[in-house]
């Protein structure tokens, strides 16, 4: 029932930009934060941008400067704006939540993820 949705990946140029968006859909009573990851083949997947439910934001040192997340609540939709882009952020890029859902029972928080979204920097 629950699902985020990535979009907006795709090959681009050293020096390029990419628009990741990612929007959450479901019985939803609240999103409390929100991040942005990334695995390359062979490797940990790591954080690079996290968001709370007040508008606090954090990234991994390799990005900073370059990469700027941003949330609509209205929309349940965070977005992840990515310029000068390396070879090294070759990855596949996962939207995580914790949402907070109405359930007939009650309130739950749970941890979700996307199914991902691919981002190619080559010449």
């Known amino acids: 029932q629950v699902q985020l949705v990535e979009s907006g990946g795709g090959l681009v140029q050293p020096g390029g930009s990419l628009r990741l968006s990612c929007a959450a859909s479901?019985?939803?009573?609240?999103?409390?934060?929100m991040d942005w990851y990334r695995q390359a083949p062979g490797k940990q997947r790591e954080l690079v941008a996290h968001?709370?439910?007040?508008?606090?934001?954090n990234y991994a040192d390799s990005v900073k400067g370059r990469f700027t997340i941003s949330r609509d609540n209205a929309k349940n939709t965070v977005v992840l704006q990515m310029i000068s882009l390396k070879p090294e952020d070759t990855a596949v890029y996962y939207c995580?939540?914790?949402?907070?859902?109405?359930?007939?029972?009650?309130?739950?928080?749970?941890?979700?993820w996307g199914q991902g979204t691919q981002v190619s920097v080559s010449s």
């Open positions: 995580h939540a914790e949402l907070t859902l109405q359930r007939p029972t009650g309130r739950a928080t749970y941890s979700y």
């Open positions: 479901g019985n939803i009573f609240s999103i409390n934060a």
């Open positions: 968001i709370t439910s007040g508008g606090s934001t």
